[in-house]
């Protein structure tokens, strides 16, 4: 599936206050349990909004994802050394902060219905875009606990691992430099 045929058949757009997605299943009991139980609260306490996938024709959710403001900070690094090859490679010397700003995704999944169109890959790319269009929020990187079944997933899509700290662990944290996107 491309971008034009994905335009055509699905939208994006916000879940809305009040309103609550009562089916979903992507393989996954947590991503499922989120997207019908907890989008909501996140959402009432201010801390992520999700943004639903449905098909055009029949409007069924066949995807969700959900942002919240992050940050990448010294502290995720094992080592101020680690930290500091890590900027000196993206930022000329005046721009070196010890935080750079990023959106987490911090949810995300695809409906089994749909596994398979490529249209996870789509959607990272429109969020990508999304936040360097018209400089949105100022962010410099998309940031992902990713599951690491997950992992090649976003490996294909561009990400790197911040670091090696987490190697042994059930997600690793990714990020995306979005001055990297190609327009």
């Given at each position: 599936?491309?971008?034009?045929e994905f335009y055509h058949d699905y939208g994006i757009r916000k879940l809305e206050a009040g309103e609550h997605v009562t089916t979903f299943s992507c393989g996954d009991e947590d991503l499922d349990d989120f997207i019908i139980n907890d989008a909501p609260l996140y959402r009432d306490a201010?801390?992520?909004?999700?943004?639903?996938?449905?098909?055009?024709?029949d409007k069924e959710v066949v995807g969700y994802f959900s942002l919240a403001n992050d940050r990448i900070a010294i502290k995720d690094f094992p080592s101020n050394n680690e930290f500091n090859r890590f900027r000196r490679?993206?930022?000329?010397?005046?721009?070196?902060l010890t935080n750079y700003p990023s959106?987490?995704?911090?949810?995300?999944?695809?409906?089994?219905?749909?596994?398979?169109?490529?249209?996870?890959?789509?959607l990272l790319d429109f969020m990508k875009r999304f936040f360097v269009s018209d400089n949105k929020t100022g962010c410099r990187f998309l940031t992902v606990?990713?599951?690491?079944?997950?992992?090649?997933?976003?490996?294909?899509n561009g990400f790197l691992y911040l670091n090696s700290a987490d190697e042994n662990q059930p997600t690793r944290l990714m990020f995306y430099d979005l001055i990297n996107l190609d327009d």
């Open positions: 599936m491309n971008f034009e201010l801390l992520a909004i999700t943004y639903i996938i449905e098909r055009n024709s490679h993206r930022f000329v010397n005046e721009k070196r959106v987490k995704l911090c949810r995300f999944a695809i409906s089994d219905s749909v596994k398979g169109k490529h249209i996870g890959s789509i606990d990713a599951y690491r079944t997950a992992e090649s997933f976003y490996l294909k």
